[in-house]
Structure formats: C-alpha cells, structure tokens
C-alpha cells in the first residue's frame, strides 16, 4: 500500500474557509480601532492647533498696547474662531466684555481689562467645533 504524501483537494478547502472566517472576524474587530486611531488623531491636530493660537495671543498681548485694543497680528486660520470676555479681578465677566473676534492693530479701539478670558475654537470641515480651549490672561505690567 502506498503512503499518503500531502492533503486532498477538500481538506485544503475546509483549511482555507477555517482560515478565511478567522481573518474575517480579526479584521472586522480592528476596524473600529482605525476608526478611534483617526478621530483620536483629529482631536489631537485640533487641540495642538487651538493651543498653538492661545499660545500666540499670549506673546502678542505682552503688549500692553496689544492687550488693551484686544488685537493681535496675525491671520487666524479659516476653520478657527476666537472669543475674548473681560474679567474683572476676581475673574467675574464684566459689563459689555464680550466681542467674536480679534480686530486688526491698526483699526481697534483701547478696551482695557484686569483680566481677558480668550477661548479658541477649531472647527472640522463639517462645521463640528473639535476643540475649544480658553486661557485667562491678566493685563501686562507696564
């Protein structure tokens, strides 16, 4: 009697869907993983991004002319929108201390505070705000 050498056409087949139903249910576990991994990594891009632009703010109203007109020089990027409060000392809103956005330099009126309560908004392509960072800001010292 001869011997066996190898597997028949059937055995490789049964092998084959065994393995192919595995890869299957391993693949459509990991999917949403990708899926957390991409909206994690947005989150993350928006986040640098508001922080980047509070950061920003922070060195420009080093000046004390700067901080008063509640200005900066700079373009903020399309897809970012920025709120200052005025604060009093006790970071209470004051009266009227409210604008939605930053006027250029050379067009602001003074409108000095204690304090500036700036919030930064980044936003996706669908209009979704995908990170809103505030940073209390006190009046530079002459």
């Not at 986040?47 to 509070?54: C, H």
């Not at 009126?109 to 908004?121: G, I, L, M």
Request: aromatic share 4%.
């Amino acid at each position: 009697m001869r011997a066996r050498s190898g597997f028949s056409l059937i055995e490789v087949l049964v092998a084959a869907a065994i393995f192919t139903f595995l890869m299957l249910a391993v693949t459509q576990s990991l999917i949403p993983l990708f899926h957390v991994t991409r909206e994690t990594r947005v989150q993350t891009d928006a986040n640098q991004e508001a922080q980047a632009l509070l950061e920003r703010i922070r060195s420009e109203w080093r000046d004390k002319n700067k901080y008063d007109k509640s200005c900066v020089d700079l373009t903020l990027p399309a897809n970012a929108t920025v709120q200052v409060q005025k604060l009093d000392q006790r970071l209470h809103p004051m009266a009227g201390g409210h604008s939605t956005h930053l006027p250029d330099c050379s067009s602001a009126t003074p409108d000095p505070a204690p304090v500036k309560r700036v919030t930064v908004e980044i936003k996706d392509r669908r209009g979704r705000v995908r990170a809103r960072l505030s940073l209390d800001i006190p009046e530079p010292k002459p």
